[in-house]
């Protein structure tokens, strides 16, 4: 007999460890300083301390399989057997690794934002021939796991419609074939899976289903029916909870309600912006509703008598309730009580994820405690002030005739060489930067060494070759956080690591005030690295659509408006590099696709104010300066009408990590581009050939004379000896291609 599920539960939990300790123990295996024993070892130990936290909260349903070396998405592939034959590897670690960050010889699968969050997930390829295979070894071994704690737990797997269109067709696939076409093949592996967990003793199973709070076809919904018709009505399984997360279920919410599966998880925070009332819980009565009422994606504590309301009146619509973070904790940080560098005030306004299960815990409570039918009027949510400032863009001249003074003024060849911004950043320089916060060296010794290390970067690049410089930001801890140190408005944490993909994490910066900027930020040492060349050096900025996505931002603003504030900052940063002689300036603003609402009726509204905010932020530059901008890793060939309108006049975009993908998109782009040609995600240096076969491709796109030579992205995450020689190709393939056709 089906138990009841738990009254209050997390849909998932931060992995990399309170310390980003899976972080160290992975590079120091990839690196070869230690064992998978090691590596194992630490592994188990983040997984255990988590379910004895949770359980320490009070938290009654804890979720296992959350844990991942690399990516959720990439651990489904190894779990239902997708895996390329050209990564199969005697070591199924190695096989896995290689897959994630490619090996010698071999490139990684591609790489992209999981919907609209700043974590990244591995794309799995699947194709007609694709032999699926069910490895269930990592989720049965962490509920044994659990159970040798004396903790039962419900595995999370990511569902097998959110799966499927999260993949992308095989290379080798016949046109019109999508993965979606091999959905019964994948359905009956989850079955055997679940058959398994049952045969285990498993009570409960949660699938996520993001990808139905996305516009779902007829044919997508209908697959939806069918494969949880499949798996409810196996004879033996676990219970099923699917789990929707970063909107509302919109079309898919009755078909879930006809399936027969006992629970369904909603999204309360981002899912009923015009009410609950305005979604048809009633529908789900029959079912455990577990209501998302605390938020996975921000750092603010919860309102908790609305939430409290919230949950009354799903359960007087709805019967059987429980209580969850709208989402996986994941996208936050572990816990606030660590930061006690925080201003005391601003601390007491922000719940991490171990506050967050408390609330949880305590809403659940609460909820128990409160009868049926007393229900208390929702409160009213605070007035957001909606009166935009008056910001009237100057514009610049027309590209073509900005094109022709900027050829005349920077006098670059064809095919110009360039990288995005960052150069490694060493173990000594981030040991320096520490020691700089905590007072164990001067600042006149901090910027000594940052002086050194931007001469050397410069006289690496005038070495190799390259055209356009950059000074490579060694005084940079973070391209978001340092800007958000400088700005009024920002606070920044020491603990609040966030986990970006495999071992790269983060530390969003907490938007909590208005932005301001007190005085020049990037112009001293962009005007020093100007001064060491003749060669132009970009002045490097982030753009504000990324400075707003990539924090926690306060949420008593429209964002549109925040997104201006940080625009204003920057256009004054732009001004300043300007008037300080620099001639190239890049503002990147790599999550201008992220941020697109993932309904379509609401993207129109947001790409035309963010194209704004940017414009705003870099048409106060004159004609003689040439505006770069940067985007990677987020589908942004579904979005290049709104690079273009972003009116920069070089963009420079992932294409080496998708195999070229934006450049079945690009057709007229009628502006420079420069599509990477250097996956700097993966360890491997692509060899002059690669790099000239890549070059020779988008010149099929786009014409010589506006086509740019770059990596993917930064190079701060590399090392130096991996840097240098892959430049060194970089920048050989360049010039047989200059020297062959021109």
């Known amino acids: 007999m089906t138990s009841s599920f738990p009254a209050s539960t997390v849909l998932g939990y931060p992995r990399i460890g309170p310390d980003r300790e899976l972080k160290r123990a992975l590079e120091s295996y990839w690196e070869g300083r230690s064992s998978r024993t090691d590596l194992e070892e630490t592994a188990r130990r983040v997984r255990e301390d988590t379910w004895r936290r949770l359980a320490a909260l009070g938290l009654e349903g804890l979720p296992s399989n959350t844990f991942s070396y690399y990516d959720q998405v990439l651990d489904t592939a190894v779990l239902l057997g997708a895996v ?14 290689a897959m994630a960050r490619g090996a010698e010889g071999i490139a990684p699968l591609r790489m ?13 390829e699947i194709g007609p021939d694709t032999v699926f295979s069910l490895d269930a070894a990592k989720p049965l071994g962490e509920v044994r796991e659990a159970r040798a704690l004396g903790l039962e737990t419900r595995p999370v797997l990511v569902g ?4 499927l269109l999260l993949s992308q067709a095989a290379p080798d696939s016949p046109d019109g074939f999508a993965p979606l076409d091999r959905l019964d093949d994948v359905v009956e592996v989850y079955a055997r899976l679940l058959a398994e967990l049952a045969a285990e003793g498993v009570g409960w199973v949660q699938l996520d289903e993001p990808a139905l709070v996305a516009d779902r076809t007829t044919a ?4 939806v029916e069918a494969a949880y018709d499949r798996l409810g009505r196996l004879e033996h399984r676990p219970a099923l909870l699917v789990a929707s997360y970063f909107g509302d279920l919109g079309d898919a919410l009755p078909v879930l309600a006809g399936a027969p599966v006992e629970a369904v998880a909603l999204d309360l925070v981002r899912g009923a912006a ?8 009633e529908a789900l009565r029959g079912k455990t509703v577990v209501v998302g009422v605390v938020s996975g994606r921000d750092v603010w504590r919860t309102d908790r008598d609305r939430a409290l309301a919230t949950l009354l009146a799903v359960r007087e619509r709805a019967g059987r309730v429980a209580v969850s973070t709208s989402c996986s904790l994941l996208h936050v940080p572990y816990d606030v009580e660590r930061e006690t560098g925080l ?19 305590d809403l659940a409570a609460r909820l128990a405690a409160t009868p049926a039918r007393d229900l208390p009027g929702q409160p009213a949510a605070p007035e957001r002030p909606h009166a935009f400032p008056a910001r009237t863009e100057q514009g610049r001249a027309p590209y073509p005739v900005r094109a022709a003074v900027q050829a005349e003024h920077l006098k670059l060849p064809l095919l110009p060489v360039t990288t995005i911004g960052s150069f490694p950043q060493t173990g000594e320089l981030r040991r320096a930067r520490a020691a700089l916060a905590a007072g164990q060296i001067g600042e006149a010794a901090y910027e000594s060494m940052v002086r050194a290390e931007i001469e050397q970067v410069i006289a690496l690049q005038e070495r190799l070759g390259l055209d356009v410089l950059v000074h490579g930001e060694p005084e940079r801890n973070d391209m978001v956080q340092y800007f958000a140190e400088h700005l009024d408005g920002f606070a920044v944490t020491r603990h609040g690591w966030v986990q970006s993909y495999g071992s790269r994490c983060t530390r969003p910066p907490i938007l909590y005030g208005d932005v301001r900027r007190p005085e020049p930020i990037t112009v001293r040492w962009a005007r020093y690295a100007q001064s060491l060349t003749s060669k132009p050096v970009k002045g490097m900025l982030t753009g504000p659509v990324t400075i707003v996505a990539w924090s926690f931002v306060r949420d008593d603003l429209p964002l549109r408006e925040v997104v201006f504030q940080v625009a204003d900052a920057v256009r004054e940063e732009v001004g300043d590099l300007e008037e300080a002689g620099i001639r190239v300036i890049q503002v990147d603003e790599p999550a201008l696709r992220e941020l697109v609402p993932l309904r379509r009726a609401e993207q129109a509204a947001y790409l035309e104010w963010a194209v704004a905010a940017y414009r705003w932020a870099t048409s106060g530059a004159s004609e003689h300066t040439q505006i770069h901008t940067h985007l990677c890793y987020s589908d942004a060939d579904e979005i290049l009408a709104a690079i273009d309108a972003l009116d920069a006049d070089v963009t420079s975009i992932e294409s080496a990590r998708s195999r070229g993908r934006v450049l079945g998109a690009v057709g007229a782009f009628p502006r420079g581009l420069g599509p990477g040609v250097y996956d700097i995600h993966s360890p491997r240096v692509p060899d002059a050939d690669e790099v000239e076969h890549l070059l020779a491709e988008a010149l099929r796109s786009v014409p010589a004379e506006r086509l740019w030579v770059n990596p993917d992205c930064g190079l701060k995450t590399r090392t130096y000896e991996q840097v240098e020689a892959a430049l060194a190709n970089v920048v050989e393939a360049a010039a047989r291609l200059r020297e062959r056709l021109f």
């Open 84 to 97: 390329p034959g050209r990564y199969r590897h005697d070591d199924d670690l190695a096989t896995y690794f």
């Open 112 to 124: 992209t934002k999981w919907f609209d969050t700043n974590y990244h997930y591995i794309v799995p």
């Open 160 to 163: 097998p419609v959110t799966f």
């Open 220 to 223: 997508e919904l209908a697959a």
């Open 274 to 281: 015009q009410g609950v009332e305005t979604l048809d819980v």
């Open 343 to 361: 201003d005391l005030a601003l601390r007491e306004r922000l719940a991490f994820a171990e506050q967050k299960v408390a609330e949880v815990v």
